[in-house]
């Protein structure tokens, strides 16, 4: 069974760091598109960052400049390091997954809650 673990979240005063972590079980990770979503209360999800097998980045133009992705194919994990947090940066946080030929093969974690606030 495919699982995303997220960890890392946390309480952070503004201007601080959080480093998110993604541990994912799944069998050939390197081809899979990685990714991280946030939902705030009330709020509809939001892409936050996202990895492609290749390795191009993407960022939400809220977080460009502050958040960075990476992932370690050997180690089958994606980092979402957080820097210059906010206020507005408060939110659930997603782990995905979706395979880069098999728009069927998607999977989410179940989300690690940051909280920016002094």
Not at 47 to 70: C, N, P, Q, W
Not at 80 to 90: A, G
Request: proline residues 3%.
């Amino acid at each position: 069974q495919v699982q995303l673990v997220e960890s890392g979240g946390g309480l952070v005063q503004p201007g601080g760091s959080l480093t998110l972590s993604c541990a994912a079980s799944l069998t050939n990770f390197r081809y899979f598109n990685m990714g991280w979503y946030r939902q705030a209360p009330g709020m509809q999800r939001e892409l936050v960052a996202h990895t492609t097998i290749s390795e191009f980045t993407y960022y939400a133009d809220s977080v460009k400049g502050r958040f960075t992705i990476s992932r370690d194919n050997a180690k089958s994990t994606v980092t979402l390091q957080m820097n210059s947090l906010k206020p507005e940066d408060t939110a659930v946080y997603y782990c995905y997954a979706k395979h880069h030929l098999f728009n069927d093969m998607e999977y989410w974690g179940t989300g690690t809650l940051v909280t920016v606030s002094s």
